[in-house]
């Protein structure tokens, strides 16, 4: 079975510059989460999806992230207009709906500049 | 919001070593989960043990809900074990999926 995919793997951006990132969650997981994990720390939620609704935004700093995932099935988490304390590592996450347990993607490595 | 502890923060072993990594929360929850982190940044899950005891391979955890804190236990360490021990929580009651996480062991397994 695949794991969760997501791309890219690395993204070096100017500050100001927009930036999306992609997430196919594994089959058949109905619920897929966006975490942020900065140098040193653990993963932070950002946002999670149940299907295609999102049900708890809550973490999302909503001026300039907004997320979708119009199909219930992938999803994509963008910047807009990055800032210099947006580099981080930006993971998804996906779980199934009958189990608690979560599954992370290898991550995307933002550097903005 | 509910606080995890990990401990300790750093630990280095020579290979063949046995450790134990200790998380304490500090409330009830229904979901906890044990990961390794890769030097490639890659999260594996390792176990999801909101209580009691389970082994795979060289490694085993406990979870004792009532006294809120999780054991992880590593034995004859491979230096391929080496990489950051996370420990995360859901919180009963809490939002749900938000799983918080401690700050991690680091590990290194010298050869």
């Known amino acids: 079975e695949a794991g969760v995919v997501q791309s890219p793997r690395y993204k070096i951006i100017e500050k100001k510059q927009p930036v999306a990132f992609w997430c196919n969650p594994i089959?058949?997981?109905?619920?897929l989460y966006w975490y942020r994990q900065n140098l040193g720390q653990g993963p932070e939620l950002l946002i999670r999806y149940e299907n295609e609704e999102a049900v708890d935004d809550s973490q999302l700093p909503k001026d300039r992230f907004s997320a979708e995932r119009l199909k219930g099935v992938d999803s994509t988490l963008k910047i807009q207009p990055a800032e210099l304390g947006d580099s981080a590592v930006y993971l998804c996450?996906?779980?199934?709906?009958?189990?608690?347990?979560?599954?992370f993607g290898p991550g995307t490595r933002l550097t903005v500049l | 919001g509910i606080q995890v502890e990990q401990s300790p923060p750093d630990l280095i072993l020579q290979e063949g070593a046995n450790s134990t990594l200790r998380c304490n929360f500090s409330?009830?929850?229904?979901?906890l989960q044990w990961f390794h982190q890769n030097p490639w940044g890659q999260l594996i899950n390792l176990f999801y043990?909101?209580?009691g005891t389970k082994q795979n391979g060289r490694l085993s955890a406990t979870t004792v809900a009532t006294e809120r804190y999780s054991l992880l236990y590593i034995s004859s360490s491979q230096t391929t074990d080496s990489g950051v021990y996370f420990c995360a929580v859901e919180r009963y009651g809490g939002s749900q999926g938000n799983l918080i996480f401690g700050k991690g062991t680091k590990l290194s397994v010298k050869p």
């Open positions: 409330d009830s929850v229904n979901n």
């Open positions: 043990i909101p209580s």
């Open positions: 996450a996906s779980s199934s709906y009958d189990k608690e347990e979560q599954f």
């Open positions: 089959s058949g997981h109905n619920t």
